[in-house]
C-alpha cells in the first residue's frame, strides 16, 4: 500500500471509529488516557494528511506548517510521557507499576527534550517515497529514538495484559522492520502502524467490560442475593 493523504485521511477516519468505541469502554478516570489512545492516533493520521497536502504545495504553506508542528508535538513530545502513564494507570499489579515508573521518568524525559527540538529548533519534513521523513533532532536523533522506544514500547511490554503486552510486541517490531528498510520514515511509517494496531487497546476494553458485567449481580435478582452468593457479611457491603 502507498501511503500518501488519501491513506491517512482513510485510516484516520477507520481508526477514529476504533477510537470513539474503546473511549466508551472506560468507566474509571483512570482508563481514559489509555483509552483514548486510539482516538488520538486517528487526529494524528489526519494531521499527517495534511502535511501531505503542505508538501505538495495543495494547501498554504501556514496551514501546513501548523499540521507539520501539531503531528510533531504529538509524535515526538506527548507520546513518549502519555503512553507509560497510560499504561501504569491501568496496571493492577505494584511491582509492575514500580517498574513501569523509572519509563515515565525516562519518557518525560525523552519528551521535553523532544518538545524542545520542536520549539526551538529548524524541523524539516519532505516526501520519501510513500512517507515522510521529519528531521530537526540533530546528532544524538538515533540515541533519543532508542530511548523513545524503550519509554513507550517497553512500558506496553511489562503489562500484566496479555493483548497490552501484544501492543507492545507489534509497535517494538515494526519499529525493528522500518527501521532495516526505511528509516528515514520511522516516525510516519510507524505512528501509522501504532494506530492500525490501536484495536488491540479496544479489544482489552472490551473484554475488561464483559468480565466486569459478569460478576455484576443481576438487577433481577432479589435483595441479599449477591451478598448471600459472596458469603459477605450484608451488613458489610452496605456500608
Not at 492516533?41 to 507539520?68: M, N, Y
Request: glycine share 8%; aromatic share 10%; net charge neutral.
Amino acid at each position: 500500500m502507498c501511503f500518501s493523504p488519501e491513506a491517512d485521511f482513510v485510516g484516520g477516519v477507520l481508526v477514529g471509529g476504533v477510537g470513539i468505541a474503546t473511549l466508551a469502554q472506560a468507566r474509571h478516570t483512570r482508563e481514559i488516557p489509555l483509552a483514548a489512545l486510539p482516538l488520538a492516533f486517528a487526529c494524528h493520521e489526519v494531521a499527517e494528511g495534511f502535511v501531505w497536502l503542505g508538501q505538495r504545495g495543495t494547501i498554504a504553506k501556514p496551514v501546513g506548517d501548523v499540521a507539520l508542528y501539531a503531528y510533531l508535538f504529538f509524535a515526538w513530545a506527548l507520546l513518549p510521557v502519555l503512553i507509560p502513564i497510560a499504561v501504569r494507570l491501568v496496571e493492577p499489579d505494584r511491582h509492575r507499576r514500580r517498574s513501569m515508573a523509572a519509563l515515565v521518568v525516562l519518557g518525560s524525559a525523552v519528551g521535553a527534550y523532544l518538545l524542545w527540538v520542536v520549539a526551538d529548533h529548524s524541523i524539516t519534513a519532505q516526501i520519501a517515497g510513500n512517507s515522510i521523513d521529519y528531521r530537526g533532532v540533530g546528532n544524538i536523533g538515533d540515541t533519543v529514538t532508542v530511548l523513545y522506544v524503550v519509554a513507550t514500547c517497553g512500558t506496553f511490554v511489562l503489562s500484566s495484559s496479555r493483548r497490552i503486552v501484544w501492543f507492545g510486541v507489534a509497535n517494538l517490531a515494526a519499529v525493528g522492520v522500518i527501521a532495516e528498510v526505511k528509516s528515514e520514515g520511522l516516525t510516519s511509517l510507524w505512528c501509522f502502524w501504532a494506530a492500525i494496531v490501536s484495536v488491540l487497546i479496544y479489544l482489552h476494553f472490551r473484554d475488561l467490560r464483559r468480565v466486569a458485567d459478569r460478576s455484576e449481580p443481576s438487577p433481577t435478582a432479589p435483595v441479599g442475593t449477591a451478598s448471600a452468593e459472596r458469603g459477605s457479611d450484608p451488613e458489610v457491603v452496605t456500608r
